[in-house]
């Protein structure tokens, strides 16, 4: 159970206390004292390892259940004991140009907050740091740890936005170069580059109903003042959705035109390939009449028959040259 617990901490008045042994006399304790609260975190636990801690903060079964399915769409569920947020943290990996999707929810009472996080996506460790050393902001209790958290999130969305805004740059740069060999495998990056915006799309925007319901007030176990800190959240979420839109627009433009331009460079490339085949077919067409074997026949007998035929081969192929030289077809 140590090993799943990655931090746990009793807030009095802001501020961090030592680890409690017992949960549920840390919460007992946060209850009482009225100004404290408990936050837990855990990584990937396990049933076992997580049904003690869904026993003592009396966690409703099917949030249980969606913690340790994970897979779950970004949502907000209120409960009688608790209120459940789910949250997909967006990581972006530089060497690679991917995405990795990662899960976070995030339970919050009347005196704790409880963190279950799955994947490699990990915005919690700066969230905790950061808030530990704002007491001011840490003393408005669960409340403060659940905003700081989703505008954390959400903050992250923007930095992956932007770098997929760059690469997206970069293969429209790659998509309009006249190099042949930059071009011929676009068509796959470009689908993979659509598929990454898809999972970009699945966390931003199923986010938006939640946040607006945290915005709009009259949620249980969040204070009302907090409303304000969540506009704040849902102005960055909108700006993000409107990115991940333009990305969309963009790829979808970007797939047209390269479809286009190979559409383009076919058709040039059949009009070369049967520009060559009309210069090739005047010489195959004298020296086929040349090779009938007829007794009489025009300058069969003539000593500069041979040399007048390749002389007029070589003419009619560089007339048919020069026009299709003229037209582009070369």
């Given at each position: 159970?140590?090993?799943?617990?990655?931090?746990?901490?009793?807030?009095?008045?802001?501020?961090?206390?030592?680890?409690?042994?017992?949960?549920?006399?840390?919460?007992?304790?946060?209850?009482?004292?009225?100004?404290?609260?408990?936050?837990?975190?855990?990584?990937?636990?396990?049933?076992?390892?997580?049904?003690?801690?869904?026993?003592?903060?009396?966690?409703?079964?099917?949030?249980?259940?969606?913690?340790?399915?994970?897979?779950?769409?970004?949502?907000l569920e209120t409960y009688a004991d608790s209120l459940f947020l789910v949250l997909k943290p967006i990581a972006y990996e530089e060497e690679t140009g991917e995405l990795s999707t990662g899960e976070l929810m995030v339970f919050v009472g009347d005196s704790f907050v409880l963190t279950v996080r799955?994947?490699?996506?990990?915005?919690?460790?700066?969230?905790?740091?950061?808030?530990?050393?704002?007491?001011?902001?840490?003393?408005?209790?669960?409340?403060?740890?659940?905003?700081?958290?989703?505008?954390?999130?959400?903050?992250?969305?923007?930095?992956?936005?932007?770098?997929?805004?760059?690469?997206?740059?970069?293969?429209?740069?790659?998509?309009?170069?006249?190099?042949?060999?930059?071009?011929?495998?676009?068509?796959?990056?470009?689908?993979?580059?659509?598929?990454?915006?898809?999972?970009?799309?699945?966390?931003?925007?199923?986010?938006?109903?939640?946040?607006?319901?945290?915005?709009?007030?009259?949620?249980?176990?969040?204070?009302?003042?907090?409303?304000?800190?969540?506009?704040?959240?849902?102005?960055?979420?909108?700006?993000?959705?409107?990115?991940?839109?333009?990305?969309?627009?963009?790829?979808?433009?970007?797939?047209?035109?390269?479809?286009?331009?190979?559409?383009?460079?076919?058709?040039?490339?059949?009009?070369?390939?049967?520009?060559?085949?009309?210069?090739?077919?005047?010489?195959?067409?004298?020296?086929?009449?040349?090779?009938?074997?007829?007794?009489?026949?025009?300058?069969?007998?003539?000593?500069?028959?041979?040399?007048?035929?390749?002389?007029?081969?070589?003419?009619?192929?560089?007339?048919?040259?020069?026009?299709?030289?003229?037209?582009?077809?070369?």
């Open positions: 159970m140590q090993e799943v617990i990655v931090d746990c901490a009793l807030y009095r008045g802001g501020k961090r206390a030592d680890r409690p042994p017992d949960f549920p006399a840390a919460l007992r304790e946060a209850r009482e004292a009225g100004d404290a609260f408990l936050w837990i975190g855990l990584y990937e636990p396990t049933e076992a390892e997580f049904a003690r801690v869904s026993r003592d903060f009396g966690l409703h079964p099917l949030a249980v259940e969606d913690s340790l399915r994970a897979h779950q769409r970004p949502k799955h994947g490699r996506a990990n915005p919690l460790g700066a969230v905790r740091e950061r808030l530990e050393h704002t007491p001011s902001v840490l003393r408005h209790g669960p409340t403060a740890v659940m905003y700081a958290v989703s505008d954390t999130v959400v903050d992250h969305y923007l930095d992956v936005a932007a770098a997929l805004h760059h690469d997206l740059d970069d293969l429209e740069a790659h998509v309009f170069s006249t190099e042949v060999r930059a071009t011929a495998s676009l068509a796959g990056r470009i689908y993979a580059f659509k598929r990454q915006a898809l999972e970009f799309r699945r966390a931003t925007v199923p986010l938006i109903d939640p946040v607006a319901r945290l915005t709009g007030g009259r949620v249980p176990f969040v204070h009302d003042d907090s409303r304000f800190f969540f506009r704040d959240v849902a102005d960055h979420l909108s700006r993000v959705n409107e990115q991940v839109e333009s990305i969309d627009r963009l790829l979808t433009d970007i797939l047209s035109a390269h479809l286009a331009q190979m559409g383009v460079r076919q058709n040039d490339d059949m009009r070369k390939i049967s520009a060559w085949a009309a210069m090739f077919a005047v010489p195959t067409a004298i020296a086929g009449v040349y090779g009938m074997n007829f007794t009489h026949m025009p300058e069969l007998h003539w000593v500069f028959g041979y040399p007048m035929a390749l002389l007029l081969m070589l003419g009619v192929c560089l007339v048919l040259f020069r026009v299709f030289k003229s037209r582009g077809w070369m």
